[in-house]
């Protein structure tokens, strides 16, 4: 009786391990392949999922509107997500299967920056170089916000915050509007590249610049920690008036709830990039209450709040600092794949990949969801590759964002 | 009392409260080894579905704290059992190092179903003890932390009489000493493996609502932090030695306390390690551990 069932078994198994990616794929098919990877599960499948929907989103927008033109034929995007799990091997399985097995001629993701740092590790690192074996794949990062990842390879273009700016910007900010607020005390998580990152090549460096508050306690944890008391004593006794907590939401919501715990009330405290979605309001809205948070995106324009009514109608999508970028970045290379006049077939694909990867690194200035975003040339000294755009700061009031400040440009909107 | 002293003593307070804590983390993979002779790796998503199913008839119904402690435990005792049936009621005899794999199997099947429900957010928990330490003196005490000692002690206290008062006690521990001996004598080894289950899935619940109290949310990645932290506690107190766990879930707690506070978190898990090792290498059965033959 069991074999029947088994030999059907072996043969499905058979079927699946050997159908061929390609099929339904290319020119010949009508369709375009778009790749991404994000954390679809674990720990941080937040942030991916999130990214998935808005990307899902800008998919189905673009397809319901006839598709793009290719070779002078309308085409519809199709868009392969793959699961990195947040998980450095688990990435680098990814990224082979996206270029050699999906094909796609372009890859959104990694999301997060322990990640993305290998597997940028693995593109090819000189374009055109016949003795680089490196992968030729073009990504176009929504996520992973590390500073410098865009450096590890001329396939990488970002379109993530610029933490260093932003973070420059809030301690100019409580300098000049709070004098007052001296001392600073920090925590990070220092098994997360994100958090160490902020702390270590952005908001330290810019506290040093500033030379205005005295820094007098740092402390750190990892992002999936139970247990801050011990940290949350130091903080305390340090007493100080303004406190940086740079870490995602995980470690974020115990964290402040010991702050409340040991009556630490610090005068102000400010937030880690990431921190502007809905899940910290989800886990603990009370105790996050009255954290800023430097973001590029809140809900405070027209067409920012339609996106992200729609995503969150169509797949209970989170619009967030982090997950608004895919959908930018998808709409942007619709457009630039037309331009980029490629073949679209599976012979042509590598070459395909380099014009849009060159099309992109020419693309200057672009329209975002909330304002105009610039892509920095290669030969930037700083940031090759990556976007300047505009920065917001976000305040947690009765469980929601609100706009703490904005430029004028945007409040006028 | 100098700083570093009142400090160390601080510590060494939160230390043994929240060692009570591993120690019921401990005590759970412990009893199942000590009865079964196999590990259940699975134990640490049964505690985080019991966590995260306690929330249901609060979300739903705004149920009181009450109602959310007895679904933990009543969803963690069903998932236990799931566990027993899925994991190792039809394996074989002689084939000790397939729950290994079976159990991991479900840890993640569970996790990653947690994960997709949730779709990974953390939900936010009841703070049934209040949101503010206690002052005693010049300490100040997580009262949830003190709640979390009071409970353990019953616990332990309430294993110890089940297992040395009770026929369902002499009959657990005939089961661990020999179980071959114990069928002979007429006792039902299955029969003493599902109860085994029910009573560490029990305590799993309670685990998991005062793990998810503690840190404000129920959130998936509980279970894989339960689970490493109970198989070092189980080994640094002996393998199926329930004394044992309790001794090395207090000895964790003190040490990893100190550790962060002294030397910073990131030498937490390093100094708990290489204490680990040190002990096993002066006593190879953990704390109160049999000598392996």
């Known amino acids: 009786m069991r074999r029947p069932f088994v030999f059907a078994a072996a043969t499905l198994l058979a079927a699946c391990l050997l159908w061929p990616g390609w099929v339904g794929a290319f020119q010949s098919e009508g369709t375009v392949r778009i790749g991404g990877m994000w954390p679809l599960s674990g720990p941080a499948a937040f942030f991916g999922k999130a990214a998935h929907g808005l990307a899902s989103l800008a998919v189905d927008e673009i397809n319901e509107a006839g598709g793009l033109v290719v070779e002078g034929k309308r085409v519809k995007l199709a868009l392969h997500a793959q699961d990195e799990a947040c998980n450095a091997e688990q990435g680098l399985a990814v990224v082979k299967r996206l270029a050699t097995v999906d094909k796609v001629i372009f890859s959104l993701g990694p999301g997060c920056s322990s990640v993305a740092e290998p597997v940028f590790g693995t593109l090819q690192k000189k374009l055109g170089d016949a003795s680089d074996s490196g992968l030729q794949l073009l990504f176009f990062t929504d996520i992973a916000t590390k500073f410098g990842l865009a450096k590890l390879s001329p396939w990488v273009f970002r379109n993530t915050p610029d933490e260093p700016a932003m973070y420059d910007f809030v301690v100019k900010y409580l300098k000049e509007k709070h004098p007052d607020l001296k001392t600073v005390m ?29 820094i007098v306690e740092v402390v750190d944890w990892r992002w999936l920690d139970n247990e801050f008391g011990a940290q949350v004593t130091r903080l305390r006794k340090a007493n100080a008036d303004v406190y940086f907590s740079l870490t995602h939401t995980p470690s974020t919501c115990p964290s402040m709830l010991e702050l409340k715990r040991q009556r630490v009330k610090p005068k102000m405290v400010i937030g880690i990039t990431s921190l502007a979605g809905t899940e910290v309001l989800q886990q603990c809205p ?24 729609k995503a969150w109608e169509r797949y209970k999508a989170d619009s967030n600092i982090h997950s608004v970028p895919a959908y930018e970045n998808v ?8 331009k980029a006049a490629i073949k679209n077939t599976e012979d042509t694909l590598l070459a395909d990949r380099r014009k849009l990867r060159d099309q992109l690194a020419k693309v200057g200035t672009f329209q975002g969801v909330v304002g105009k975003i610039t892509m920095r040339p290669e030969d930037d000294p700083v940031k090759p590759r990556d976007v300047d755009k505009d920065m917001i700061l976000v305040q947690i009031k009765a469980a929601k964002w609100d706009v703490f400040w904005a430029p004028e440009h945007l409040k006028r909107n | 009392m100098g700083t570093a002293l009142f400090d160390g003593t601080e510590q060494l307070i939160n230390g043994l409260m929240y060692g009570c804590f591993y120690a019921l983390v401990g005590g759970g993979f412990t009893l199942l080894f000590g009865v079964l002779r196999r590990f259940n790796l699975a134990y640490g998503s049964t505690i985080m579905a019991g966590a995260y199913a306690g929330l249901i008839p609060v979300y739903l119904f705004k149920a009181p704290v009450l109602v959310l402690f007895v679904t933990t435990i009543v969803v963690s005792v069903l998932v236990g059992l799931l566990v027993e049936f899925c994991c190792f009621r039809f394996l074989r005899k002689g084939h000790e190092l397939a729950p290994l794999m079976t159990t991991i199997g479900m840890l993640i099947v569970i996790d990653e179903t947690i994960v997709h429900l949730t779709d990974a957010v953390g939900l936010k928990y009841p703070a049934p003890f209040g949101d503010e330490s206690l002052a005693l003196g010049p300490f100040l005490i997580r009262p949830d932390y003190l709640a979390i000692l009071v409970v353990s002690i019953a616990c332990f206290s309430a294993i110890f009489w089940l297992m040395h008062r009770t026929r369902f006690g002499r009959a657990m521990r005939a089961v661990a000493e020999r179980p071959e001996a114990a069928q002979i004598l007429g006792v039902s080894v299955r029969r003493v493996n599902v109860l085994t289950f029910v009573l560490t899935s029990a305590m799993a619940g309670i685990i998991g609502f005062f793990a998810a109290v503690s840190v404000g949310s129920a959130r998936p990645e509980m279970a894989a932090w339960l689970t490493g932290k109970g198989l070092v506690v189980m080994v640094l107190g002996g393998l199926g030695s329930f004394p044992g766990a309790i001794l090395g879930g207090l000895a964790l707690g003190v040490l990893e306390f100190e550790a962060v506070w002294f030397l910073g978190s990131s030498y937490r898990d390093i100094l708990a390690f290489s204490i680990l090792f040190l002990i096993l290498m002066v006593r190879p059965g953990g704390l109160l551990g049999s000598r392996p033959a």
């Open chain 1, 186 to 214: 920090v925590s990070y998580e220092s098994d997360f590249a994100h958090s160490a990152a902020t702390w270590n090549l952005a908001v330290k460096p810019a506290l040093e610049r500033h030379k205005h508050h005295q």
């Open chain 1, 331 to 338: 709409h942007l290379m619709k457009g630039l794949i037309e």
């Open chain 1, 286 to 309: 009370d105790v996050a209450a009255g954290i800023i948070a430097p973001s590029n995106f809140a809900p405070i324009t027209p067409r920012a709040k339609q996106v992200a009514d």
